[in-house]
Every structure is written in C-alpha cells, then in structure tokens.
C-alpha cells in the first residue's frame, strides 16, 4: 500500500509561484509511474501532469504546459510540480497520484489509471 502525502499548497497572487511536492512511503517508489491531477468546485477531476517511474517521459494538460514543470527524484522518493505564472483558474485542489509501471514512454491520463492517491493540498490564486 503506497501512502502519498502532498504538501506546499497555498494562497498566492496571479502571477506568483508555488512549488508542490509529494512524498511517498514505498521503498519501490522507482516503479511507480506518477502523476498530478486538480479538482475545482463543482468540476470533474483533471489531468494536470503524469510522470514515468524513469523520468524519461511526461505528459501535460495544455493548460498548464511550459508552466507546470513536474519532476522526481527517486532517491528521495519524492515528486513535484513547479508551478510558476499562476492563474486565478489554477484554483483547484492538487492531487498526487501513483500506479505501478514498468513503462519508459507510456503515459497514464486519466483518473482511473491510478490506484494511490494523496489527501490533496489547496492552492489558491487570487486576481
């Protein structure tokens, strides 16, 4: 059971930065594929960023591509979304998500691609 816990959440102003991280409890953290989605009121869960266990591939929503970098290190077993330009639309509650994957280049989108979830961290931009 992977155990995923988010953190660096927050208010900021549009424009502004934020650096999100997500840490993980599997020693085997180097297998998982990973992946950030967001969830505003009253919308659906969405795709945000998906990274492969080796790194060597990722993935981005357009709304936030070239904004958005995500990264690992999994030495550290550890995640993170930079997210930089920020936009009042980019409220949503971030969620860090993992599935097991032995995959280089195949990149996981959608929700129910993925089988451990974190509690998720508010970000708030204001205009």
């Known amino acids: 059971q992977v155990q995923l816990i988010e953190s660096g959440g927050g208010l900021v102003q549009a424009g502004d930065s934020l650096r999100l991280s997500c840490a993980a409890s599997?020693?085997?953290?180097?297998?998982?594929?990973m992946a950030w989605f967001r969830q505003a009121p009253g919308k659906e869960r969405e795709f945000v960023a998906a990274?492969?266990?080796?790194?060597?591939?990722?993935s981005y929503a357009d709304s936030v591509e070239g904004r958005f970098p995500i990264s690992r290190d999994n030495s550290r077993n550890t995640v993170w979304l930079q997210m930089s330009s920020l936009k009042p639309e980019d409220t949503a509650v971030y969620y860090c998500?993992?599935?097991?994957?032995?995959?280089?280049?195949?990149?996981?989108?959608?929700?129910?691609?993925?089988?451990?979830w974190g509690q998720g961290t508010q970000v708030t931009v204001s205009s």
């Open positions: 998500a993992a599935r097991a994957s032995a995959q280089h280049f195949t990149i996981y989108r959608t929700p129910n691609d993925y089988s451990y």
């Open positions: 599997e020693r085997t953290f180097s297998t998982y594929a």
């Open positions: 990274i492969t266990w080796s790194g060597r591939s990722f």
